[in-house]
C-alpha cells in the first residue's frame, strides 16, 4: 500500500476537489489565468485543508521552532504595500483580509490551480489576478509589484541551489524600484540539529516529494539576495531562513 493512493482515498480527493471548485464559484472570484506550467498536484484539497494547522501550526513551532504567529506573519504583515504579489500561495493563510487590506491590489501566482483556487477563495475577494506559472520560469507579468512574499516556496523547487537562487532575478524585474520582497524557507545545511520531531517530519517530506532542500544554506541565499538588491536583511530561526529584502538593483 506505500506510496499508492486506494480508490476510497481517490474518490475522497475527487469529492474534496468538487467541494473547493463550488465553493470558488460561490465566491465569484476571477478565473485563473492558466498557463503551461500547471504541474504535478502536491496540494491537493485533501493536503491544504489540514496545511493550516499541521503545517503552519504544528510543524513549524515543534519541528523548525520558529513559530509563524511570532516571526512569519508579522514579516509578511509589515511589509504588504499597495499593488502585493504573493508567489507559492498553499492554503491562502497569509492572504486572509486581516492581514492584507481590502485597499491592496492583489495578485497570487502558483504551478499548481487547486491551491490558486483555495486561496483565492480564502481573500473573500473577487478582484484578485490568479495565475498558474513556474517562478523558475520568465513570469507572465506585466505590472511592477510594490511587494512582492514568497514564503514556503524555495525549499519546494527541485532544483539546485543556483536555480532556485535564479527565483530572486526573476522576480526582481518585475517590481518596483522601491519594492519589497519578504521570505522564508526551511533550511538543510549550517542550521541546529533537528530535534526527534524535526528529523521524522524531514524525512518523510523529503521521501514524498515535499521538500527538496538536501544543499540548501543560508549563506547562499544571502548571497544571492545581496547580488540582486540593495538592501537584505536576514535571519535564522531555528531551521528557518527569514528575509526582506528591498530595491532591486536593475
Ligand atoms: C509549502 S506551500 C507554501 C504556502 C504558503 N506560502 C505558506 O507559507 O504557507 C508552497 C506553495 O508553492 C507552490 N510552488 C511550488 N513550486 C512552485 C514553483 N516552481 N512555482 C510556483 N509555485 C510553486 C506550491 O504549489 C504551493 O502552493
Known amino acids: 500500500m506505500t506510496g499508492s493512493t486506494t480508490a476510497t482515498e481517490s474518490q475522497s ?8 471548485t463550488a465553493a470558488t464559484k460561490n465566491a465569484s472570484a476571477p478565473d ?19 496545511y493550516d ?3 503552519l501550526g504544528i510543524v513549524t513551532s515543534y519541528a523548525w521552532c ?19 504579489l504573493d508567489i507559492g500561495v498553499g492554503s ?36 484578485v489576478t490568479a495565475i498558474v506559472a513556474n517562478v523558475v520560469k520568465p513570469l507572465p507579468l506585466s505590472q511592477k509589484y510594490d511587494s ?20 530572486f532575478s526573476n522576480i526582481k524585474i518585475h517590481m518596483a524600484p522601491d519594492g519589497v520582497l519578504t521570505g522564508a524557507n526551511i533550511l538543510n545545511k549550517g ?4 530535534n526527534f520531531f524535526g528529523a521524522w517530519i524531514r524525512r518523510g517530506i523529503t521521501k514524498h516529494g515535499i521538500l527538496h532542500n538536501q544543499s540548501d544554506t543560508a549563506y547562499d541565499f544571502e548571497h544571492a539576495l545581496r547580488e540582486n538588491f540593495h538592501k537584505v536583511e536576514t535571519w535564522v530561526v531555528g531551521s528557518i531562513f527569514i528575509f526582506r529584502a528591498e530595491s532591486p538593483k536593475i
Open 13 to 20: 480527493l475527487q469529492a474534496d476537489l468538487r467541494k473547493t
Open 32 to 50: 485563473v489565468v492558466k498557463g503551461k506550467d500547471d504541474q504535478e498536484v502536491l496540494y491537493t484539497p485533501w493536503r491544504l485543508a489540514f
Open 53 to 55: 494547522f499541521w503545517v
Open 66 to 84: 520558529c513559530p509563524t504567529t511570532t516571526y512569519l506573519l508579522p514579516l509578511f504583515r509589515a511589509n504588504v504595500r499597495k499593488n502585493h
Open 92 to 127: 491562502g493563510y497569509y492572504l486572509d483580509p486581516s492581514t492584507v487590506p481590502a485597499t491592496t491590489k492583489l495578485t497570487l501566482v502558483d504551478s499548481e490551480s487547486h491551491a490558486l483556487a483555495v486561496a483565492k477563495v480564502r481573500t473573500k475577494r473577487s478582484d
Open 148 to 167: 512582492v512574499s514568497m514564503y514556503y516556496l524555495l525549499h519546494c523547487i527541485a532544483g539546485s541551489i543556483e536555480e532556485k537562487c535564479g527565483v
Open 191 to 194: 542550521v541546529k540539529q533537528d
